[in-house]
């Protein structure tokens, strides 16, 4: 699931799979929604679409419910794709125009919900509209992978900062601010005035955030 940059070996710089991995998407997207499937673009590829500058190196991610799985994969066979089930149970692994596609059944431990889909946001992907999950979705689920073995503040901190105005931050500290990664990086979004300490900023990253998706001020 994971597209947020990694070492490279010494002396080399990772090949750019950016656009490769972007008609992956197009093409996943589109075979899904042709068939009335229920899904939500999330990952790297859900940042890009929001808005974030992410270098996408590793695969295209979707999440789509335990029920949908069976008829999911159906739709890739039948298109043509190559499509297994890898060790890990909540995933099913696919490959399309030569990049690894994963289909996410449970994201941050917990089973996709018909509600985790209905909050997901329609954008476009280059060309192809599709539905991206909900940036406070998005940001919670990137919170909720960190640990002590993976921790990478840096790559999160730049898909958090231009989406923080889309994000719902009192929900995110609700989710995730009880565990020691995720409180140390709410943390420093505060010291970097991204966000306040009631999940608003109103310091220089510009404007007071936290509204919820969709939400204006005038529901305030």
């Known amino acids: 699931m994971d597209d947020w940059p990694g070492p490279a070996p ?13 008609e992956t998407a ?25 808005g974030a500058t992410v270098r996408l190196q590793h695969d295209a991610d979707f999440c789509v419910r ?42 941050a431990k917990r089973p996709v919900t018909s509600e985790l889909l209905d909050r997901a946001e329609v954008l476009p992907v280059d060309s192809v509209h599709m539905p991206v999950l909900a940036a406070t979705d998005l940001v919670s689920s990137l919170l909720a992978a960190f640990s002590e073995h993976h921790c990478d503040f840096g790559a999160v901190l730049a898909v958090v900062r ?20 995720p409180d140390a990086f709410l ?8 966000i306040g300490p009631d ?19 005038d529901d305030r």
Request: charged share 30%; glycine share 12%.
């Open 10 to 22: 010494a002396g080399r710089l990772p090949p750019d799979r950016a656009q490769a991995i972007l």
């Open 26 to 50: 197009k093409r996943i997207g589109s075979l899904l929604k042709a068939k009335g499937h229920p899904f939500a673009l999330a990952g790297g590829v859900a940042a890009y679409a929001h």
């Open 66 to 107: 335990w029920e949908d799985a069976e008829a999911v994969t159906r739709t890739l066979r039948e298109a043509g794709l190559q499509v297994y089930l890898p060790p890990e149970d909540w995933l099913i692994k696919a490959r399309c125009l030569g990049q690894d596609v994963d289909l996410i059944l449970e994201l």
């Open 162 to 181: 231009p989406l923080r105005e889309k994000v719902d931050w009192r929900r995110v500290r609700a989710e995730r601010g009880g565990t020691p990664m």
């Open 187 to 194: 943390y420093l979004l505060e010291r970097l005035q991204v």
């Open 199 to 217: 999940g608003r900023s109103d310091g220089p990253e510009g404007g007071t955030h936290g509204k919820r998706d969709g939400e204006t001020d």
